[in-house]
């Protein structure tokens, strides 16, 4: 690739595309909206947002100066994320919080990225976010759905023009703001029914000596706040 195309390609991703029309922001909203209600639909939809979940484990997880070993997605839409380190502390408190509360915020920044209009940065960017996830993917399923995801995502901005990469990216970040919250229930109907303690909120209450339902709080806060601020911003309020 000679200068000439690396710069026009790099004006492409970094540049603005023009606000969609009203119709396909609130076509996008629903249709979201259809892929998070109905327990059919979500159960298969639900994968995405366990990728978004684990994905916020394993970037703490390396932020905060832990070693990532590897991230596993299966079939039920239930997840993994291993990495080593100090067992407690901030870090290991970050990186337990990251999960239920990256989906949302994921939806948020890219309701910021959208109401500036770079709609081909966040295609790209989301991109290279699954490609670098890929490689610490440590099982067939998970490789599978990740590769999957990614290819949408680059087939889409690559090969498509800027209504239909509107309508794709409209979409991606409405279903992680309107579905970052339906895990959190679930979390509380399923502790409440299974008794179970293994839950990332369990974990945190035991790592910080403090009430599960405070976490439980947090996660409900981050999903409603970033629904809000981001649907804001995507309804151009």
């Known amino acids: 690739m000679d200068i000439k195309s690396f710069t026009e390609l790099w004006d492409r991703v970094v540049g603005t595309q023009p606000d969609p029309s009203a119709w396909l922001v609130g076509g996008t ?4 909206l259809a892929a998070v209600l109905p327990d059919g639909v979500w159960r298969l939809s639900r994968n995405a947002i366990t ?7 394993g970037l703490l997880a390396l932020l905060t100066g832990r070693s990532l070993e590897g991230i596993r997605l299966h079939s039920d839409t239930s997840g993994l994320t291993v990495s080593r380190g100090k067992p407690s502390g901030l870090g290991m408190v970050l990186t337990a919080a990251a999960g239920y ?3 949302p915020l994921l939806g948020l920044a890219g309701a910021a990225l959208l109401a500036a209009g770079h709609i081909t940065a966040l295609l790209w960017g ?3 976010l699954l490609l670098a996830m890929l490689v610490m993917i440590r099982n067939a399923y998970g490789a599978l759905t990740v590769l999957i995801t990614g290819a949408a995502f680059l087939l889409v901005s690559w ?7 509107a309508a794709f990216a409209y979409l991606v970040v409405w279903f992680l703001l309107l579905g970052g919250s339906r ?4 979390l509380q109907r399923t502790r409440r029914r299974e008794r179970s303690n293994t839950s990332d909120a369990d974990q945190l209450g035991r790592l910080t000596h403090t009430p599960v339902g405070l976490w ?11 629904l809000v601020g981001g649907g804001r911003w995507l309804l151009g309020l």
């Open 51 to 57: 990728i978004a979940h684990e994905g916020g484990h």
């Open 216 to 226: 439980l709080l947090l996660f409900y806060a981050t999903a409603v706040c970033a």
């Open 29 to 32: 909203a629903l249709i979201a």
């Open 126 to 128: 989301a991109t290279a």
């Open 159 to 165: 090969l498509t023009g800027p209504q239909v990469q």
């Open 101 to 103: 509360t990256a989906p």
């Open 183 to 186: 895990p959190v229930f679930e």
